[in-house]
């Protein structure tokens, strides 16, 4: 299985950008998909994620009201959609898949496949 993230880039605080990940190698029916983000010297945290099964999301607080997950099931990927962006949000995301859903979606060591990151970076 291979994830392949893109969409990021230099913004001004207050834009908005699209990511998206492609998932190849099988078809993600069931499980979940979470995008996570990283900023220099942090950890790895949660911003997003979709159930394939009935399209049920969950956001982190930081990002509630701002961003949107969504997917696309019949091209296998899954989008994130950022308003609002804000300096905070600077970070390489990252979009994860888990092949049965876990209620610790939340949790990057619960997923299985990684996608190698897209830059995201807001100026203030």
């Known amino acids: 299985v291979q994830l392949q993230a893109s969409g990021g880039g230099l913004v001004q605080a207050g834009g908005s950008l699209r990511l998206s990940c492609a998932a190849s190698?099988?078809?993600?029916?069931?499980?979940?998909m979470g995008w996570f983000r990283q900023a220099p010297g942090k950890d790895r945290e949660f911003v997003a994620a979709?159930?394939?099964?009935?399209?049920?999301?969950r956001y982190a607080d930081s990002v509630k009201g701002r961003f949107t997950i969504s997917r696309d099931n019949a091209r296998n990927r899954v989008y994130v959609q950022m308003n609002g962006l804000k300096a905070e949000d600077t970070a390489v995301y990252y979009c994860?898949?888990?092949?049965?859903?876990?209620?610790?979606?939340?949790?990057?060591?619960?997923?299985?496949?990684w996608g190698q990151g897209t830059q995201v970076t807001v100026s203030s």
């Open positions: 994860a898949a888990r092949s049965v859903y876990s209620v610790k979606y939340y949790d990057p060591k619960q997923y299985e496949y």
């Open positions: 190698g099988r078809t993600f029916s069931s499980g979940v």
């Open positions: 979709i159930r394939y099964g009935d399209g049920n999301t």
